[in-house]
């Protein structure tokens, strides 16, 4: 599918039903291909345990594909009954304060409780056996956002039990768990696998190792439920595409892992709903207030587009205000057509708009909607009008694999934050700072995790590996390509331990760096790098002391261990002592694509430029018009050079 297909989600059960028809109508109007539905109906379905009611859902699929829509079908399990949740109270999630999640809203459920399990699975035949086979539903979605509202960990009674069979099947013996653990450390040893509580609610941090293991155990939970309902659907809906929708900047479980279970990767698109949470500036924070950061959108695009290997939906795109961030600003005009472009740009395959109708009662009244509760059109659906137009100009495409590519850990990501050093360690950030800082460069991105083949890159940038396996170190030594290595990388084992060798453990040969010593800087200590050729950049946060026999590229002017080397370049591996941000981040970056033998492009700090097969885009986040960047002759087919403020261009070379 190379041509982008558009949908909506859609809620039939909240509209009476005289007005499906005309619905179903109009979405083929508007030029919609796709109608997601049913990810919160388990309830309504099934009133009382046994007793089904699937006529009214039997009706809408119908009108929905007798209009000529193909239906993206939901398993309901986000969203467990009353019923259900009194038979079974202990289905119920459990926050980190140990208080018990109620019913009322959604996600009230704990990924560890193996009778919910259960239950999701049977749920999930159920409407498997009745729509697996319809004409009309052409796709699944299992349950809704893994990690919404923050339910991927429970401190659950369900989640004890479950961690302490994990922990036996992985450590075999209690004495091999003290072992790795280290619970000599303050005299925490266990003598057998019940005793382990779960690491919350202590009275000073948990040991390391046991977080860590908590953290990979509630990860396995989710893909064991995600693989549970995938299992059902590929026997009982055949030849139909399954996929989540995953969250953006939701790091809590391992997104490489479910992946790999599922046909097309899905994900959740409100680039507003999440800017002031960002490290920009508030600066930048103001300049992107009604279009989104240039980079937040195009980096969960090319993360989930690399874990789906090439198949990416956005499932749910915001249309105009949303309703659950602190503050919830309109997007300017013209934004949701550019984010649907960007989308494409950056491999979508489809846009789904959340959601059809604005809601007139219960929750999330203030979210906005294709139309307004009257049925009036919104502005989405003034700018669907304008995509649809768009679509009909252009040819069909497929993204190439990038020449650059980001290896993001998501154990490594919880390591840093179980053991941070640093309280404002940037941690996730750095990989938005990264990938932000190589996209103002034009430079394309695909992600890789520490699973995945290394080869036909000719560089791989490491932000944050913290724990980094020998298999993983030779690949990327295998891989021939230039590395950029964040500080911190290999610097804890699997065990959560300090390499024998000190950091960065397995990469201290690709390196050639001994890291001595590290230490966290307040943003008020005044300290510097300063480049070779004289250039110097203050710095803060995280420092390491390093000691190396290789290029020194740049070194820290510090009260401390004045000199030592802040930049390190070995054959094929660059290797930062320090976290660099802004002007610095942007030099090194520079220099790493030249090193790498990569061509750069200096953006407008606005403008961001995409390639999809043979279709160039150019997408303005200002709100000045911006000149298309230097190129040789070309066709357009959208848009104009300059590109027009919160707008885009996209054209052929000739
Ligand atoms: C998503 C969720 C949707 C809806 C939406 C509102 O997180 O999947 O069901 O609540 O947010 O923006």
């Given at each position: 599918?190379?041509?982008?297909?558009?949908?909506?989600?859609?809620?039939?059960?909240?509209?009476?039903?005289?007005r499906w028809?005309?619905?179903?109508?109009?979405?083929?109007?508007?030029?919609?291909?796709?109608?997601?539905i049913?990810?919160?109906?388990?309830?309504l379905?099934?009133?009382?345990r046994g007793?089904?009611?699937?006529?009214?859902?039997?009706?809408i699929?119908?009108?929905?594909?007798?209009?000529?829509?193909?239906?993206?079908?939901?398993?309901?399990?986000?969203?467990?009954p009353?019923?259900?949740?009194?038979?079974?109270?202990?289905?119920?999630?459990?926050?980190?304060?140990?208080?018990v999640?109620?019913?009322?809203?959604?996600?009230?459920?704990?990924?560890?409780?193996?009778?919910?399990?259960?239950?999701?699975?049977?749920?999930?035949?159920?409407?498997?056996?009745?729509?697996?086979?319809?004409?009309f539903?052409?796709a699944w979605?299992?349950?809704?956002?893994?990690?919404?509202?923050?339910?991927?960990?429970?401190?659950?009674?369900?989640?004890?039990?479950?961690?302490?069979?994990?922990?036996e099947?992985?450590y075999?013996?209690?004495?091999?768990?003290?072992?790795?653990?280290?619970t000599?450390?303050?005299?925490?040893?266990?003598?057998?696998?019940?005793?382990?509580?779960?690491?919350?609610?202590?009275?000073?941090?948990?040991?390391?190792?046991?977080a860590?293991?908590?953290?990979?155990?509630s990860?396995?939970?989710?893909?064991?439920?995600?693989k549970?309902?995938?299992?059902?659907?590929?026997?009982h809906?055949?030849?139909?595409?399954?996929?989540?929708?995953?969250?953006?900047?939701s790091?809590?479980f391992?997104?490489?892992?479910?992946?790999?279970?599922?046909?097309?990767?899905g994900?959740?698109?409100?680039?507003?709903?999440?800017?002031?949470?960002?490290?920009l500036?508030?600066?930048?924070?103001?300049?992107?207030?009604?279009?989104?950061?240039?980079?937040?959108?195009?980096?969960h695009?090319?993360?989930?587009?690399?874990?789906?290997?090439g198949?990416?939906?956005?499932?749910?795109q915001?249309?105009?205000?949303?309703?659950?961030?602190a503050?919830?600003?309109?997007?300017?005009?013209?934004?949701?057509?550019?984010?649907?472009?960007?989308a494409?740009?950056?491999?979508?395959q489809?846009v789904?708009?959340?959601?059809?109708?604005?809601?007139?009662?219960?929750?999330?009244?203030?979210?906005?909607?294709?139309?307004?509760?009257?049925?009036?059109?919104?502005?989405?659906?003034?700018?669907?009008?304008?995509?649809?137009?768009?679509r009909?100009?252009?040819?069909?495409?497929?993204?190439?694999?990038?020449?650059?590519?980001?290896?993001?850990?998501?154990?490594?990501?919880?390591?840093?934050?179980?053991?941070?050093?640093?309280?404002?360690?940037?941690?996730?950030?750095?990989?938005?700072?990264w990938?932000a800082?190589l996209?103002?460069?034009?430079?394309?991105?695909?992600?890789?995790?520490?699973?995945?083949e290394?080869?036909?890159?000719a560089?791989?940038?490491?932000?944050?590996?913290?724990?980094?396996?020998?298999?993983?170190s030779?690949?990327?030594?295998?891989?021939g390509?230039?590395?950029?290595?964040?500080?911190?990388?290999g610097?804890k084992?699997?065990?959560?331990?300090?390499p024998?060798?000190?950091?960065p453990?397995?990469?201290?040969?690709?390196?050639?760096?001994?890291?001595?010593r590290?230490?966290?800087?307040?943003?008020i200590?005044?300290?510097?790098?300063?480049?070779?050729?004289?250039?110097?950049?203050?710095?803060?946060?995280?420092?390491?002391?390093?000691?190396?026999?290789?290029?020194?590229?740049?070194?820290?002017?510090?009260?401390?261990?004045?000199?030592?080397?802040?930049?390190?370049?070995?054959?094929c591996?660059t290797?930062?002592?320090?976290?660099?941000r802004?002007?610095?981040?942007?030099?090194?970056?520079?220099?790493?694509?030249?090193?790498?033998?990569?061509?750069?492009?200096?953006?407008?700090?606005?403008?961001?430029?995409?390639?999809?097969?043979?279709?160039?885009?150019?997408?303005?986040?200002?709100d000045?018009?911006?000149?298309?960047?230097?190129?040789?002759?070309?066709?357009?087919?959208i848009?104009?050079?300059?590109?027009?403020?919160?707008?885009?261009?996209?054209w052929?070379?000739?």
């Amino acid at each position: 599918m190379s041509k982008l297909e558009l949908g909506v989600c859609y809620y039939p059960e909240q509209w009476d039903s005289s007005r499906w028809g005309d619905d179903a109508a109009r979405m083929v109007e508007m030029g919609l291909d796709w109608v997601r539905i049913a990810e919160f109906t388990w309830g309504l379905i099934e009133p009382s345990r046994g007793q089904f009611q699937w006529e009214w859902l039997d009706e809408i699929i119908d009108v929905l594909g007798q209009a000529g829509l193909k239906v993206m079908m939901s398993t309901p399990t986000a969203a467990p009954p009353k019923w259900l949740i009194d038979e079974y109270p202990d289905i119920l999630p459990v926050g980190p304060d140990g208080r018990v999640r109620g019913f009322g809203s959604r996600r009230h459920y704990c990924f560890s409780s193996d009778i919910y399990l259960a239950e999701a699975q049977r749920i999930a035949k159920e409407y498997a056996c009745r729509y697996g086979k319809n004409p009309f539903v052409c796709a699944w979605q299992i349950d809704n956002e893994y990690n919404d509202h923050d339910s991927v960990l429970s401190f659950s009674n369900a989640a004890r039990t479950g961690f302490q069979r994990w922990l036996e099947t992985k450590y075999g013996t209690i004495n091999a768990l003290n072992e790795t653990w280290g619970t000599v450390f303050w005299g925490s040893t266990y003598s057998a696998f019940a005793q382990i509580e779960l690491p919350n609610g202590l009275v000073a941090t948990p040991n390391p190792t046991h977080a860590l293991d908590f953290a990979r155990y509630s990860s396995d939970r989710v893909r064991l439920f995600n693989k549970t309902q995938v299992d059902v659907l590929r026997e009982h809906a055949p030849g139909r595409d399954i996929t989540h929708n995953f969250m953006a900047g939701s790091f809590e479980f391992d997104h490489h892992a479910v992946a790999t279970d599922l046909d097309i990767v899905g994900f959740d698109s409100y680039p507003l709903g999440n800017l002031m949470g960002s490290t920009l500036s508030d600066e930048e924070k103001r300049r992107y207030l009604r279009t989104g950061a240039p980079d937040y959108q195009g980096f969960h695009c090319d993360l989930y587009r690399s874990q789906g290997r090439g198949r990416m939906w956005i499932l749910e795109q915001q249309p105009g205000p949303v309703d659950w961030a602190a503050k919830n600003p309109s997007p300017a005009e013209g934004m949701v057509r550019l984010w649907t472009w960007a989308a494409f740009a950056h491999g979508a395959q489809a846009v789904m708009f959340f959601r059809w109708r604005q809601a007139n009662f219960a929750q999330e009244q203030y979210h906005t909607a294709l139309l307004r509760s009257d049925d009036s059109p919104d502005q989405a659906a003034i700018e669907l009008a304008q995509i649809v137009k768009d679509r009909a100009t252009l040819p069909p495409t497929t993204r190439k694999k990038a020449s650059v590519a980001m290896l993001l850990d998501y154990t490594s990501i919880w390591a840093a934050d179980i053991l941070p050093h640093d309280n404002d360690f940037p941690n996730t950030h750095i990989f938005r700072e990264w990938y932000a800082a190589l996209r103002v460069l034009g430079v394309e991105i695909d992600f890789v995790g520490p699973e995945d083949e290394l080869h036909g890159y000719a560089l791989i940038i490491l932000p944050q590996s913290m724990i980094v396996t020998t298999d993983l170190s030779a690949k990327l030594e295998g891989s021939g390509a230039k590395l950029l290595i964040g500080a911190r990388s290999g610097s804890k084992t699997s065990q959560m331990r300090t390499p024998s060798n000190l950091a960065p453990g397995v990469l201290t040969d690709l390196t050639s760096v001994r890291v001595v010593r590290v230490e966290s800087l307040p943003d008020i200590a005044e300290e510097s790098v300063r480049l070779l050729d004289g250039q110097k950049f203050d710095f803060t946060g995280w420092r390491e002391i390093v000691e190396t026999e290789a290029n020194v590229l740049a070194r820290f002017k510090s009260a401390y261990c004045d000199a030592s080397p802040a930049i390190i370049r070995s054959d094929c591996a660059t290797y930062l002592a320090m976290v660099p941000r802004g002007a610095l981040l942007h030099v090194i970056m520079c220099n790493v694509l030249e090193w790498a033998g990569l061509d750069l492009l200096d953006c407008d700090p606005d403008m961001r430029v995409a390639r999809r097969g043979t279709l160039h885009f150019a997408f303005n986040f200002g709100d000045m018009s911006k000149p298309l960047p230097a190129g040789g002759p070309r066709r357009i087919l959208i848009g104009s050079d300059p590109v027009n403020a919160r707008d885009f261009t996209v054209w052929k070379e000739n």
